[in-house]
T-cell receptor
Framework: DAGVIQSPRHEVTEMGQEVTLRCKPI?????LFWYRQTMMRGLELLIY????????DSGMPEDRFSAKMPNASFSTLKIQPSEPRDSAVYFC?????????????FGPGTRLTVT | AQSVAQPEDQVNVAEGNPLTVKCTYS??????LFWYVQYPNRGLQFLLK??????LVKGSYGFEAEFNKSQTSFHLKKPSALVSDSALYFC??????????????FGTGTQLKVEL
């Protein structure tokens, strides 16, 4: 299994630009999570989906952030317009709900730098 | 609300010595508990979990964790530390135990440093 795939691995952009982060979950997993990690705030859950439907987006910091999951194998996290305080590592994770399961598997992350 | 606490920001241990990374939890009902490790510039990797059964859980890379219900703890242990174990360790608890959902609440992380 290829694991969770994220792209790009690094993104440098200027303030005000639109940024789109992409995630491909592990095949067959029915949950997908987006996290943000910074030194100051640690690991924060932004939003998660179950069967492609957003379940909880209470962690999305502002309306500038949006996430979609058009199908079971693809999700995007968009920031528009981006700001320097959005600089962080963004992780996607997926999991399968089933007997004895529940653990999440993380992708390698996208390191976003907004200048 | 379900939560976990990692009381130590950093743990230092000499190579070859046993290591313990502490985690305590607060949940209503039976806890589902997890340990993850994060190496520099990498995503979090699943190490082990406790759902039910034996209180001593064995996981990847020689790590194990002991579930203690009376002390509400789930400490991560390894009998003999390696320099390559140096990383950031996260404890987590599953939220929504009765309503479904695979949302996890993570602790703040403990930096483990293993020195020669």
């Amino acid at each position: 299994d290829a694991g969770v795939i994220q792209s790009p691995r690094h993104e440098v952009t200027e303030m005000g630009q639109e940024v789109t982060l992409r995630c491909k979950p592990i095949s067959g997993h029915d949950y997908l999570f987006w996290y943000r990690q910074t030194m100051m705030r640690g690991l924060e859950l932004l939003i998660y989906f179950n069967n492609n439907v957003p379940i909880d987006d209470s962690g999305m910091p502002e309306d500038r952030f949006s996430a979609k999951m058009p199908n079971a194998s693809f999700s995007t996290l968009k920031i528009q317009p981006s700001e320097p305080r959005d600089s962080a590592v963004y992780f996607c994770a997926s999991s399968l709900r089933g007997a004895g399961s529940y653990e999440q598997y993380f992708g390698p992350g996208t390191r976003l730098t907004v200048t | 609300a379900q939560s976990v606490a990692q009381p130590e920001d950093q743990v230092n241990v000499a190579e070859g010595n046993p290591l313990t990374v502490k985690c305590t939890y607060s949940v209503s009902g039976n806890p589902y508990l997890f340990w993850y490790v994060q190496y520099p510039n990498r995503g979090l990797q699943f190490l082990l979990k406790y759902i039910t059964g034996d209180n001593l859980v064995k996981g990847s890379y020689g790590f194990e964790a002991e579930f203690n219900k009376s002390q509400t703890s789930f400490h991560l242990k390894k009998p003999s530390a390696l320099v390559s174990d140096s990383a950031l360790y996260f404890c987590a608890v599953r939220v929504g135990l009765t309503g479904g959902g695979n949302k996890l609440t993570f602790g703040t992380g403990t930096q483990l440093k293993v020195e020669l």
